[in-house]
């Protein structure tokens, strides 16, 4: 489209050309109407215009999509990365308590300890007398 766009303009141009020369040409374009020949000319730039709009304004587009998917996908896939490591990190300790706490009571009972309260190994934060 360039290349012909080109070509027409270097043909229109005034450049070393009389009147009657140009007004034969648009004439000529015009099928003997001058002023259709340059409704023409102008309806062909307008529209070559519109054509590079639409590609520059499809590649923009295109860009703009790719940079938005890539951006949010990426602040979306860091969520739930984030969310699932959480979910892991609560049942791996989860089970690190539980084990724990089954070890202890389990080596209070060998040892023939008194278990009076268990809820106290369970549950520590809830027992006054190991705040200090």
């Not at 004439?27 to 340059?38: A, D, E, F, L």
């Not at 520059?56 to 860009?63: D, E």
């Not at 892991?88 to 084990?99: L, M, T, V, W, Y």
């Amino acid at each position: 489209m360039k290349d012909i766009g080109c070509r027409v303009l270097d043909v229109v141009q005034a450049n070393g050309k009389s009147a009657a020369t140009i007004t034969n040409g648009l004439k000529s374009v015009g099928n003997g109407s001058m002023q259709i020949g340059i409704l023409k000319i102008a309806e062909f730039y307008r529209t070559a215009g519109k054509i590079e709009g639409i590609k520059i304004g499809t590649i923009r587009g295109a860009i703009g999509t790719t940079a938005f998917l890539t951006i949010f996908g990426s602040i979306g896939y860091f969520i739930y990365s984030n969310i699932e490591n959480n979910k892991k990190q609560i049942i791996e300790g989860s089970a690190i308590i539980n084990d724990f706490e089954d070890g202890i009571i389990e080596y209070l009972n060998e040892n023939g300890e008194c278990i009076d309260n268990i809820e106290k190994i369970k549950n520590p934060e809830d027992d006054l007398s190991l705040k200090s």
